[in-house]
T-cell receptor, first 113, second 112 residues
């Protein structure tokens, strides 16, 4: 069974630009979550999608958004990039059973210059 | 709210030493508990889990026991290897949400 696939692996963007990251979950998993990892803040939850609907949202500004498609693939978008958005963005997929483990992709390393 | 506290790092050990990384949690009810590992340049991998009190999760020589009396889930390994060098995260799912809360991570370095 293929794991969680995130693309691209690395991105360099300029302040003010916008970026879209992609995530393909494990086959059969309909829940996709996104996390931001930084040295200062650690792992922080961004949002979670299930069956194309956002079910949970973390404490991030509206510049961070996401969506999920009918095949469970998900994208997250960050608009008007700031230097502080530089981070590793991790996607995780889970089965529809609540409170189970999540399986993570390798992440997208975003650098904002 | 739900939270996880891990011991401060970094931790540096010699090969074949005994490892303990402490993890305590605050949560509603009795959630599942997880340990994840992150190798350099990689995402998180599930290392082990326990789904109820007194369960022991184990994998690759690592073990952790779910202790509800002390709200702890300490990670242990009897003899570490250089290849165990990584960052380790303790985590739990927030009740009613498909969302994990993580500890701050413990960086482990094993010297030959």
């Amino acid at each position: 069974k293929a794991g969680v696939t995130q693309t691209p692996r690395y991105l360099i963007k300029t302040r003010g630009q916008q970026v879209t990251l992609s995530c393909s979950p494990i086959s059969g998993h309909r829940s996709v979550s996104w996390y931001q990892q930084t040295p200062g803040q650690g792992l922080q939850f961004l949002f979670e999608y299930f069956s194309e609907t956002q079910r949970n949202k973390g404490n991030f500004p509206g510049r961070f958004s996401g969506r999920q498609f009918s095949n469970s693939r998900s994208e997250m978008n960050v608009s008007t990039l700031e230097l502080g958005d530089s981070a590793l963005y991790l996607c995780a997929s889970s089965s529809e059973i609540m409170n189970t483990e999540a399986f993570f992709g390798q992440g997208t390393r975003l650098t904002v210059v | 709210g739900d939270s996880v506290t891990q011991m401060e790092g970094p931790v540096t050990l010699s090969e074949e030493a005994f490892l303990t990384i402490n993890c305590t949690y605050t949560a509603t009810g009795y959630p599942s508990l997880f340990w994840y590992v992150q190798y350099p340049g990689e995402g998180l991998q599930l290392l082990l889990k326990a789904t109820k009190a007194d369960d022991k999760g184990s994998n690759k020589g690592f073990e952790a026991t779910y202790r509800k009396e002390t709200t702890s889930f300490h990670l242990e390994k009897g003899s570490v290897q250089v290849s165990d060098s990584a960052v380790y995260f303790c985590a739990l799912p927030v009740r009613g949400a498909q969302k994990l809360v993580f500890g701050q991570g413990t960086r482990l370095t094993i010297n030959p």
